[in-house]
C-alpha cells in the first residue's frame, strides 16, 4: 500500500510561483515513477508531469512546459513541482500519483494517488 499526501496549494496571484510536495510512504518511493495530474471543476484529470525513480527522466505538458518543473528527493520520500509564471487557467486540483516502471503520461497508468491540494490563481 502506498500513502501520497499533497500540501503547498493556495490562492495566487497571477504571474507568481507556488511549489508543491508530495510526500509519500508505505512502499519503496525510490524506485517508482511519479507524477503530477490536475483537475479543474468539470473537467477531466490531466497529466501534468512525471518524472522516472532515478530523477533521469521527466515530461510535461505542453501547457506547462518551461514554466513547471518536476524534482525528487528519494531520500526524503518527497516529489514536488515548481510551478512559475502562474496563470489562471492552472487552477485547478493537483494530485500526486505513484506507479511502478516506467514514467507514464496517461492517469490509468498510476496505481496510486493522493487526495489533491487546491490552486487557485486569480487574474
Known amino acids: 500500500q502506498v500513502q501520497l499526501v499533497e500540501s503547498g496549494g493556495r490562492l495566487v496571484q497571477a504571474g507568481g510561483s507556488l511549489r508543491l510536495s508530495c510526500a509519500a510512504s508505505?512502499?519503496?518511493?525510490?524506485?517508482?515513477?511519479m507524477g503530477w495530474f490536475r483537475q479543474a471543476p468539470g473537467k477531466d484529470r490531466e497529466f501534468v508531469s512525471t518524472?522516472?525513480?532515478?530523477?533521469?527522466?521527466?515530461y510535461y505538458a505542453d501547457s506547462v512546459r518551461a514554466r513547471f518543473t518536476i524534482s525528487r528527493d528519494n531520500a526524503n520520500n518527497t516529489v514536488y513541482l515548481q510551478m512559475n509564471d502562474l496563470e489562471p487557467e492552472d487552477t485547478a486540483k493537483y494530485y500526486c500519483?505513484?506507479?511502478?516502471?516506467?514514467?507514464?503520461?496517461?492517469?490509468?497508468?498510476?496505481?496510486?494517488w493522493g487526495q489533491g491540494t487546491q490552486v487557485i490563481v486569480s487574474s
Open positions: 518524472i522516472s525513480w532515478s530523477g533521469g527522466t521527466a
Open positions: 500519483a505513484a506507479r511502478d516502471g516506467l514514467p507514464r503520461i496517461f492517469k490509468e497508468d498510476y496505481e496510486y
Open positions: 508505505g512502499r519503496t518511493f525510490s524506485r517508482s515513477a
